[in-house]
């Protein structure tokens, strides 16, 4: 019983100097190698087995030998993950806990803007209830921010915007939902969208099965171009 009793309290002692201590003490114990990865987190939108794939890389590095930094940049990699928390479970098992971007709206062709204005690149694009955003490189926070400013406007109206697209001239055209699309050109381009929401409301609600495109680059009004009646 003494000899079982003395035996835990060095290991007890061996694993609180690892946890304490682990890059001093990893070159003293090779044999703690990563033999298991553990992912954990509420996941929405990264698929955890392909999460799983990409942290087998780690599997025979050194558990206490690898920096802690070099695990967590390869936890931080796959695209959906914001960030990631790592904890060494001795004696060979590494747990990381993912945190996940959170999407705001499409970008351009296979990509995604998320909460924090990035744009990521997923393997796999997934259908969610988003906004499509366009525009040239290097232009996503200006689109952005002229989604939300847009959105704003909109909050009162019916009208919610299916895709903004911002050319590389400078130009402005918004779809919506209902089908409706907008050209809005480059200079004042919230006023008039706020005229042409004000016209919608007043004489195009009821008829927007009949409209081809609109036209609101004049300046005191817009221009309606109607499908042709069968």
Known sequence: MRAAALIGAVLLIVFALFQENPDQVASSAPMFDIRKVEV????HYADRENLQKSYNRLIGLGLFSEPMQAL????????????AQIRRVWPHTVKIEVREHKPV??????????????????????????????GPADTESVV???????????????????????ESRGAWNI???NGVSV????DEVLERLQRFV?????????????????DARYPHGVAVKWLPEE
């Open 105 to 134: 709206a499409y970008w351009n062709e296979g990509k995604i803007i998320t909460a924090e204005g990035k744009v990521i690149s997923p393997s796999r694009v997934l259908d969610l209830p988003l906004t499509h955003l366009f």
């Open 144 to 166: 952005l921010d002229q989604f939300s400013l847009i959105s704003q406007m909109l909050s009162t109206s019916s009208l919610r915007v299916a895709s903004l697209k911002l």
């Open 72 to 83: 967590k940049y390869v936890a931080e990699q796959p695209a959906w993950v914001e960030s």
């Open 175 to 177: 779809s919506f939902t």
């Open 40 to 43: 954990v987190g509420d996941l």
């Open 198 to 214: 004000a016209v919608y409301k007043s004489d195009l609600s009821g008829r927007i099965d009949r409209i081809a495109s609109v």
């Open 183 to 186: 050209k809005l050109g480059r």
